[in-house]
């Protein structure tokens, strides 16, 4: 929820597919209430949405419930990010022409990550979001956005781990006092968050060779983020609301239109 440009409060809830847009108003009309917050105050909502099959009753939820009809994040929107597509200008030390051969499927939280990570930090950036999946993404400075590498998320390798191999717990996630484990649980631990350290190193350091731009920023997101960017100097930034902060943004650049199609 934000109010000018502030961020006033946040929530988090599952992603059922069985939900109904009753459930779903009903539901966030009362986490706003218990905030102290009075949802007929609501004037806009933006959406961005990696999960088609809530659409239709998320957003009915939305006219019904608060009465807007939602921006919805997706191909056309404006954005204030250029993804390259056509004659992309070669960008690598050995004439590696960037390209994105379709904008539409582009997940819309990376593009929200990279509108937020661009106009707050500049370009070149490249938006590391720790979520179910990881993902990097690289916009450069003229604001182009075309280079996105995606990794498994740390929760998502957790899981596996431990659903995959029979003798092996569900443990919590978080960093031991050393990688020199001598038990089972700190032996998952290291392997799991020094793992994702190396990795989210490595991939940053190709990102950045390879591109050719060796002095780009970098700022991660998501849950976890704050874990590995604590252990690393290879991120500048970490900053948890950047995804909100992006929505915002774009909201403000379309709020003309979306007001005009209520």
Known sequence: VFEDRELLGKFRMTTMMSRTSDEYGITLR???RNQNMNPDEID???IASVVPDIMHSF???IIKYFGHKPVIVSAGIKTGIRVATENPRQTGP???KIVTENPKEIGPDRIVDAVAAYKLYGGPIIVVDFGTATTFDLVEPDGTFGIGVTAPGIRTSARALWGGA???PEIEIRKPDTILAR????SMQAGLVYGYIGQTEYLIRRLKEESGFTDA???ATGGLGNIIY???DSIDYYDQNLTLKGLELIYEKNKKTARESV
Not at 183 to 186: A, R, V
């Open 230 to 232: 604590k252990e690393t």
């Open 59 to 61: 957003s009915s939820a």
């Open 94 to 96: 050995d004439g590696i």
């Open 30 to 32: 009362e986490l706003l």
């Open 166 to 168: 029979a003798m092996l």
């Open 183 to 186: 038990e089972t649980i700190s």
């Open 44 to 46: 806009a909502v933006i």
């Open 217 to 219: 920023k970098v700022v």
